[in-house]
């Protein structure tokens, strides 16, 4: 702890006397000069104008922007009979569907064997040789691919 409280101040007194060797210098070096404004050699000239229609057209107004924002947008999946609410039985449907793959014996209850179905395969799916054992080889198929890069539209 002391070598900590030293250190602090150590660090604080050679702040210190940074500021106080910066504040010296800029003293000595005086007032600094200011630039003069730069002369207007030519201030009778006019540009050249140009011709007001050379380039066309104006180009057409940009697409107005949605009025509803990511949230609304949100709010709007959920809310199947746009009514205004979101009941419990809407916020959950979009659920249902994932829920009743993994529900194998349909019985609306899901048991750790039906949730853990996906590890299960994934991993005999893995095991090459069936010995119930991975290597690391055998492991690194076990990552999740990564997502495909969406192709430029140059």
């Given amino acids: 702890m002391n070598r ?12 210190t006397a940074g500021l106080f060797w910066w504040q010296i210098r800029a003293e000595k070096a005086g007032p600094a000069a ?7 050699a030519q201030a009778d000239e006019k540009l050249p104008e140009g011709d007001g229609n050379a380039m066309g057209a104006a180009p057409p107004m940009p697409p107005e922007a949605s009025e509803k924002d990511r949230e609304a947008k949100r709010f709007d999946r959920y809310d199947r009979n746009r009514d205004g609410i979101i009941t419990r039985t ?20 899901l048991s750790f064997e039906e949730w853990a179905v ?20 055998e ?12 192709k430029c539209k140059c």
């Fill in 4 to 15: 900590f409280v030293a250190g602090a101040a150590a660090c604080l007194l050679l702040v």
């Fill in 34 to 40: 200011t630039p003069q404004p730069p002369v207007a």
């Fill in 90 to 109: 809407e916020m959950m449907a979009s659920r249902t569907k994932a829920f009743k793959k993994l529900d194998t014996d349909g019985n609306n209850l």
């Fill in 118 to 137: 996906a590890t299960s395969d994934r991993f005999a799916g893995a095991d090459g040789n069936g010995d119930g054992k991975l290597t690391r080889a």
């Fill in 139 to 150: 492991f690194a198929a076990t990552a999740p691919k990564p997502a495909a890069k969406p």
